[in-house]
């Protein structure tokens, strides 16, 4: 153990040169490559998790049976809940596949950072999320009879925002709890506490953007979204070694 | 002797403290001009959310000790991890009196049992947190549980500060910071301050007892562990 981690900080300082940037880069599209490959030939990750995210958006409607007044209060809400929902399912799945055939021992052997599998896995659990999304808005729209009355585009920066802070901290902790016991419970018990201020954030400027009604006007929450976005994917890149090493 | 003597000499002083804090508040302040008695439950309610910030502290000191020491000074690494564990656990134990109070409190002042405002999710949210940390703890094991949970303490630590921000930066329904908050604030009342501050007293020495009777059973724990692990070794 302790000669693991004298090997970890003979080989981690390194000078930050316009190389290693693109060194670490590569690496992180080596990552994504192969992510986005598996998946497009699996296509396990999108098709679970859409079919699962149109049954949640079904039961609130049957469950709330909301008027057109009613949806436009409660869209936000369901969309974020869904999407919450089935991006649990497939976070799970996301790091269940590299424990087949040890791959992540393997990855943990090569000589490059975890940072850099962490930013490729969150970026390609992103990608999965946001096509979900892009096939469930409309729909969604459709179905709830939304007609936005505020700056609708501005929507295609928060929902993508609050994707974000869900996948990178959805990323994160799949990766801690896989090495726990119970590990597919411990995920969203971690995880929802930490996402909740982002949940709040998101739905609150989802609300004024469907509403128009200049309830937050400076678009503070919208704000908030952003501080926290970088926040959290500052400590998870630099927190995520110890996470993959712990012993 | 000395150990049987400290064993049951501060237990008395801290109940002491806490019976004079109890009578302080309920018998001596005078009942505020605008709420009445109910005002009193200010001296329980403030002094323990103050105080679980303290002890959410210690648990993020001992988080990021343990992980500064754990690869190269295991005895010392136990130790901050005991002292975080017990930190969470007093912790949530005064957050929880914090989210008790505060709707007793809120029901006759407010008219509501809870409100979504930003301080009161954010707090609970806090507690949330610290649930999920001890939640960790218990399901997993051995050192390597001891560093997934000081990831997530570190990750709570950060929750903190804007839970604290929160009813300075936006417009809340739960009341604008009685000390610190401005030229306004502060107590002006000098026996509503002495009860406030006999119960922070009392309340920080019976959290702080608590706290470290904890860590040392937390750290005799550790050693029954290491003596099997070793036992069991040597059987091999």
């Known amino acids: 153990m302790a000669e693991l981690e ?56 049957m469950a709330f049976d909301p008027t057109a007044a009613m949806a436009r209060e409660i869209a ?3 969309l974020c809940v869904a999407t919450l929902f089935a991006s649990v399912s497939m976070l799970n799945q996301a790091w269940a596949r590299e424990m087949r055939h040890q791959v992540l021992d393997a990855l943990r052997m090569t000589p490059s950072d975890g940072a850099a599998l962490f930013l490729a896995k969150t970026l390609a659990n992103f990608l999965f999320v946001t096509a979900v999304q892009g096939v469930l808005a409309p729909v969604f729209f459709i179905m709830y009879n939304l007609h936005p009355s505020g700056d609708a585009w501005l929507l295609l920066a928060v929902i993508p925002l609050g ?41 609150l400027s989802v609300k004024t953007l469907l509403n128009g009604d200049g309830s937050d006007p400076h678009l503070l929450w919208m704000k908030m979204l952003v501080a926290y976005d970088i926040l959290f994917t500052t400590i998870g890149l630099l927190l995520f070694d110890v996470v993959l090493g712990a012993e | 002797m000395m150990k049987k003597l400290v064993f049951v000499a501060i237990p008395l002083v801290v109940a002491g403290l ?15 001009a605008m709420q ?35 690869g190269r000074n295991f005895a010392r690494a136990q130790a901050a991890d005991a002292w975080s564990l017990a930190g969470a656990e007093v912790g949530v134990v005064y957050c929880s009196v914090v989210l008790i109070t505060g709707p007793i409190w809120g029901r006759p002042v407010w008219g509501i049992w809870w409100t979504w405002d930003a301080r009161l ?7 949330l947190i610290y649930v999920s940390y001890l939640l960790l703890r218990r399901f997993a094991a051995g050192p390597e549980m001891r560093t997934l949970a000081a990831v997530l303490s570190i990750f709570g630590a950060i929750d903190m500060p804007i839970n604290y921000l929160a009813n300075r930066l936006w417009r809340t329904q739960h009341p604008a910071p009685v000390f610190g908050g401005g030229p306004d604030s502060g107590m002006k009342d000098p026996q509503m301050l002495a009860a406030f501050g006999w119960n922070v007293l009392a ?5 702080l007892m608590i706290l470290v009777w904890r860590v040392s059973i937390e750290r005799r724990q550790q050693g029954i562990d290491g003596a099997v692990a070793t036992a069991a070794l040597a059987a091999d």
Not at chain 1, 24 to 53: C, N, P, T
Request: charged content about 10%; proline content about 5%.
């Open chain 1, 6 to 61: 004298e090997q970890n900080a003979t080989r981690k300082p390194r000078q930050p040169t316009a190389w290693s940037a693109l060194v670490w880069a590569h690496l992180v599209w080596a990552h994504l490559a192969k992510d986005l490959r598996i998946e497009l030939r699996s296509r396990e990750a999108v098709q679970s998790m859409l079919f699962f995210a149109l049954l949640v958006v079904v039961l609130f409607s």
């Open chain 1, 76 to 78: 936000a809400g369901v």
């Open chain 1, 163 to 203: 994707t974000w802070a869900l996948v990178v901290n959805g990323t994160f902790f799949a990766a801690l709890s896989m090495r726990s016991r119970n590990r597919e419970l411990l995920l969203p018990l971690i995880l929802f506490p930490i996402f909740l201020p982002a949940l709040l954030a998101m739905v």
């Open chain 2, 18 to 32: 806490m019976a004079w804090g109890f009578y302080q508040a309920m018998y001596v302040a005078p009942d505020d």
């Open chain 2, 36 to 70: 009445g008695p109910i005002f009193r439950i200010f001296y329980y309610h403030v002094p323990n959310a103050m105080l679980c910030y303290l002890f959410f502290s210690i648990n993020a000191v001992g988080s990021v000790l343990y992980l500064a020491w754990r």
């Open chain 2, 121 to 127: 999710t954010t707090t609970l949210i806090l507690w």
């Open chain 2, 203 to 207: 309340w920080a020495a019976w959290g």
